[in-house]
């Protein structure tokens, strides 16, 4: 089975950092791109930042870009999220997903990504 385990939410200050995990199995990890997404209450999810299968390529949402970092172990099957100078309106439940096709471009749309993992939240107080 597909598994996606994300982890390092937590609650933290507006202008620190946090670094989030998603541990993957069940699948040929390496042959994939990941995505991260967010979701607020009441707000549909939207794409955070996605890395391309080699890793190569990163892209991020105009929100986070020059705040937040993707990378990925291919080694390890674990994808990271690097976010700094966190602001409260980055309070959300995080999620990774892994798309449907294999390689390809980063998708930004979460109706193009078939598995997910739990989430993880992050609370930012100001």
């Known amino acids: 089975d597909v598994q996606l385990q994300a982890s390092g939410g937590g609650l933290v200050q507006a202008g620190g950092s946090l670094r989030l995990s998603c541990a993957a199995s069940?699948?040929?990890?390496?042959?994939?791109?990941i995505g991260w997404f967010r979701q607020a209450p009441g707000k549909e999810r939207e794409f955070v930042a996605g890395?391309?299968?080699?890793?190569?390529?990163?892209y991020y949402s105009d929100s986070v870009n020059g705040r937040f970092v993707i990378s990925r172990d291919n080694a390890k099957k674990t994808v990271y999220l690097q976010m700094n100078s966190l602001k409260p309106e980055d309070t959300a439940v995080y999620y990774c997903?892994?798309?449907?096709?294999?390689?390809?471009?980063?998708?930004?749309?979460?109706?193009?990504?078939?598995?997910w993992g739990q989430g993880t939240l992050v609370t930012v107080s100001s």
């Open positions: 997903g892994r798309p449907n096709e294999r390689y390809g471009f980063v998708s930004k749309d979460y109706r193009d990504f078939v598995d």
């Open positions: 069940g699948f040929t990890f390496g042959d994939y791109n």
């Open positions: 890395i391309t299968w080699t890793g190569s390529g990163t």
